[in-house]
């Protein structure tokens, strides 16, 4: 009878790697999807949004959809 250590030893070895790999490429797919390039733009541009003036009370965007 194999102790749990030895089962989830074997279990990340097999599976576990091969779900980190296919976690790992679907990472870099996704970042490298053809509409991705306005979202990275739009991120990388998050520090100079209001660089002319301060924000104001109601200029901020809502990451949950609303304002």
């Known amino acids: 009878m194999q102790?749990?250590?030895?089962?989830?030893?074997?279990f990340a070895d097999s599976w576990g790697l091969l779900a980190m790999?296919?976690?790992?490429?679907?990472?870099?797919?996704w970042a490298f999807l053809?509409?991705?390039r306005k979202?990275?733009?739009?991120?990388a541009n998050i520090?100079?949004?209001?660089d002319d003036r301060p924000a104001a009370a109601g200029?901020?965007?809502d990451?949950?959809?609303?304002?």
Do not use: E, W
């Open 3 to 10: 102790s749990t250590y030895d089962f989830l030893r074997h």
């Open 47 to 50: 520090p100079f949004r209001h």
């Open 59 to 61: 200029d901020h965007t």
């Open 21 to 29: 790999f296919g976690f790992f490429a679907g990472v870099v797919i």
């Open 63 to 67: 990451t949950k959809g609303g304002q």
């Open 34 to 36: 053809p509409g991705a």
């Open 39 to 43: 979202r990275q733009n739009d991120a």
